[in-house]
T-cell receptor, first 115, second 114 residues
Framework: KAGVTQTPRYLIKTRGQQVTLSCSPI?????VSWYQQTPGQGLQFLFE???????NKGNFPGRFSGRQFSNSRSEMNVSTLELGDSALYLC??????????????FGEGSRLTVL | KQEVTQIPAALSVPEGENLVLNCSFT??????LQWFRQDPGKGLTSLLL?????REQTSGRLNASLDKSSGRSTLYIAASQPGDSATYLC?????????????FGEGTQLTVNP
């Protein structure tokens, strides 16, 4: 069974550009959550999608957005990139029916560098 | 607001040693606590999940305990190996939020020397 798949793995952008990251959860998983990891702030929750609806949102500016498709694949978008957006963006999924109490499975992440 | 602290921030031990990593959290109202491992530049690998009603979980050489009332968890690694070198993160799922929102600690960077 394939794990959580994130694309692209690495990307470099310049300030002011926008970026879209993709996440395919484990087959059958309907909940997808996104996290940002930086050396200074650690791992911070961005948002969670369940059945194409945003269920939770972290404390990030509106430049960070996401969506989920009917096949549970999710994308996140960051507009007007800033240097501080350089980070590892991690996606996670959880088993159906266990979104509150189940194990969270993470992908390998997308490493974004903003120049 | 839930806060998670991990001590020590870094640990270096010789191969074969048994070791304990600590995690503390400020609010005992949690669904569960999960321990992860992260290798440099990689994603998170789930090691153990402890539900709030459980006291401990074991997987191979790893044993995690949970004392919810005191806001503490420990990860015990027996007979450490160089391949155990990684950053270990603990995360809690607070009851105050719903779904898959985790609050993470800063991690303990473990180095096991051959």
């Amino acid at each position: 069974k394939a794990g959580v798949t994130q694309t692209p793995r690495y990307l470099i952008k310049t300030r002011g550009q926008q970026v879209t990251l993709s996440c395919s959860p484990i087959s059958g998983h309907r909940s997808v959550s996104w996290y940002q990891q930086t050396p200074g702030q650690g791992l911070q929750f961005l948002f969670e999608y369940f059945s194409e609806t945003q269920r939770n949102k972290g404390n990030f500016p509106g430049r960070f957005s996401g969506r989920q498709f009917s096949n549970s694949r999710s994308e996140m978008n960051v507009s007007t990139l800033e240097l501080g957006d350089s980070a590892l963006y991690l996606c996670a999924s959880s088993q159906p029916g266990l979104e509150y109490t189940g194990e969270l499975f993470f992908g390998e992440g997308s490493r974004l560098t903003v120049l | 607001k839930q806060e998670v602290t991990q001590i020590p921030a870094a640990l270096s031990v010789p191969e074969g040693e048994n070791l304990v990593l600590n995690c503390s959290f400020t609010d005992s109202a949690i669904y569960n606590l999960q321990w992860f491992r992260q290798d440099p530049g990689k994603g998170l690998t789930s090691l153990l999940l402890i539900q709030s009603s459980q006291r401990e979980q074991t997987s191979g050489r790893l044993n995690a305990s949970l004392d919810k009332s005191s806001g503490r968890s420990t990860l015990y690694i027996a007979a450490s190996q160089p391949g155990d070198s990684a950053t270990y993160l603990c995360a809690v799922r607070p009851r105050e939020t719903s779904g898959s929102r985790l609050t993470f600690g800063e991690g303990t960077q473990l180095t096991v020397n051959p």
